[in-house]
């Protein structure tokens, strides 16, 4: 098991900014890709961004390319997602997953380990 516990979602208003945050316990977090998820009410949990065990490479959906950055810190055991430049249509649970495998992942499939969820809520 790999417990992870999002944080830093909360209400903010159309063009503003949060930083999501997750933190992992155990010592193997480096050795994890790590993604964010989220779903929205009435909606299928849909792929927000990854990154790989480095950092080094970074996945996107579209929705949110050159809006949030997904970044990590692997002597905090942490991963982060910067939102910026929010939409109404942004607001969703916001999860974090660990993905044991190999490669980055928009198929929340293959991710191994999730959080329990933190509410954005973006207000226009």
């Known amino acids: 098991q790999v417990p992870l516990v999002e944080s830093g979602g909360g209400l903010v208003q159309a063009g503003g900014s949060l930083r999501l945050s997750c933190a992992a316990s155990?010592?193997?977090?480096?050795?994890?890709?790590m993604g964010w998820f989220r779903q929205a009410p009435g909606k299928e949990r849909e792929f927000v961004a990854a990154?790989?065990?480095?950092?080094?490479?970074?996945y996107y959906a579209d929705s949110v390319k050159g809006r949030f950055t997904i970044s990590r810190d692997n002597a905090k055991s942490t991963v982060y997602l910067q939102m910026n430049r929010l939409k109404p249509e942004d607001t969703a649970v916001y999860f974090c997953?660990?993905?044991?495998?190999?490669?980055?992942?928009?198929?929340?499939?293959?991710?191994?380990?999730w959080g329990q969820g933190t509410q954005v809520t973006v207000s226009s």
């Open positions: 997953a660990a993905n044991t495998g190999a490669g980055l992942s928009g198929n929340a499939g293959n991710y191994d380990y």
């Open positions: 155990g010592r193997t977090f480096y050795r994890y890709v």
């Open positions: 990154i790989s065990w480095s950092g080094g490479n970074t």
